[in-house]
């Protein structure tokens, strides 16, 4: 066993919370498939019917409180138009990313928790003269 053990988590930027999830749902009629007749001397997976999309709902959820209403379609394409909307929604919000928001003032219990913290609050690792202390903010929210 080599002298260094122990494991610990590397990809710090995979703990910050993601700001923009989106929760999606579709509602899909079973349609009948015609089939051939699969042969019994070789394994096969039996098609019997399509899922065919005929509406959707998604909602797209923000770290920092609301940020759209829910959006519905019903109709025919409609993971075409599933699909068109969802690109011009990243488009948005990668404008959002695009905008950051300068930092707000710190509040006095921010300031004293700052000044007294010896080591990151995400990493746990304690700051050096190379790895030094920086205020941390969110660049959406400000």
Same mark, same amino acid.
């Given at each position: 066993?080599p002298?260094?053990k122990? /494991?610990?988590?590397?990809n710090?930027?995979h703990?910050? %919370?993601?700001?923009f999830?989106? $929760?999606?749902?579709?509602?899909? @009629? ?6 051939c007749e699969?042969?019994s001397s070789?394994? $096969? ?5 399509k899922?065919?999309? *005929?509406s959707?709902?998604?909602? *797209?959820?923000y770290?920092? #409180?609301?940020?759209?209403d829910?959006?519905t379609?019903? #109709?025919? +394409?409609?993971s075409?138009h599933?699909?068109m /909307? @969802?690109?011009?929604?990243a488009?948005?919000i990668?404008?959002?990313?695009q +905008? ?5 003032? @710190?509040t006095?219990?921010?300031v *004293?928790?700052?000044? +007294?913290? +010896?080591?990151? $609050?995400?990493c ?10 920086? %205020?941390?903010?969110d660049?959406m929210? #400000?």
């Amino acid at each position: 066993m080599p002298d260094d053990k122990w /494991l610990q988590f590397q990809n710090v930027r995979h703990s910050y %919370k993601v700001p923009f999830v989106v $929760y999606a749902d579709f509602e899909c @009629l079973c349609l009948p498939v015609s089939r051939c007749e699969p042969t019994s001397s070789s394994a $096969y997976t039996e098609r019997y019917q399509k899922h065919e999309p *005929i509406s959707f709902c998604y909602y *797209i959820a923000y770290a920092h #409180g609301f940020y759209k209403d829910p959006v519905t379609y019903r #109709g025919p +394409n409609a993971s075409k138009h599933f699909m068109m /909307l @969802l690109k011009q929604e990243a488009e948005e919000i990668f404008q959002i990313y695009q +905008n950051p928001k300068e930092m707000i003032e @710190l509040t006095s219990e921010d300031v *004293i928790a700052h000044e +007294n913290s +010896n080591s990151c $609050y995400i990493c746990k690792i304690e700051f050096t003269i190379s790895d030094y202390k920086v %205020k941390y903010h969110d660049h959406m929210q #400000g």
